[in-house]
Nanobody
Framework: QLQASGGGLVQAGGSLRLSCAASGRTLSTLVMGWFRQVPGKEREFVAAISRSGDTTDSADSVKDRVTISRDNAKNTVYLQMNSLKPEDTAAYYC?????????????????WGQGTQLTVFS
């Protein structure tokens, strides 16, 4: 089970850290990803991290503004977002992948948490 948290209302230019806590399975066995979605649009890749944390990937639209990290001892994955823009407004979802490497495809992830809403206002 994945539990995302940390969303909220943030002014443009601000920062926020999202968290995703995993239960029922050791996090170190999972590739983790963050995706976001706005109503009427497809779910969009944001960032992903390998099981050990030594490989990360992030979308070009956020590459210079986000950092994905993980603390396997705490069974938690984080998404640090800086210099937030109104276009970052979305529901953010964490996802887990049991097999394979870091991926940008939502279909590659078999486990999803509920979304946490981030709203950025100017």
């Amino acid at each position: 089970q994945l539990q995302a948290s940390g969303g909220g209302l943030v002014q443009a230019g601000g920062s926020l850290r999202l968290s995703c806590a995993a239960s029922g399975r050791t996090l170190s066995t999972l590739v983790m990803g963050w995706f976001r979605q706005v109503p009427g649009k497809e779910r969009e890749f944001v960032a992903a991290i390998s099981r050990s944390g030594d490989t990360t990937d992030s979308a070009d639209s956020v590459k210079d503004r986000v950092t994905i990290s993980r603390d396997n001892a705490k069974n938690t994955v984080y998404l640090q977002m800086n210099s937030l823009k109104p276009e970052d407004t979305a529901a953010y979802y964490c996802a887990a992948r049991m097999f394979g490497a870091v991926s940008r495809r939502p279909g590659a992830y078999g486990y999803w948490g509920q979304g946490t809403q981030l709203t950025v206002f100017s």
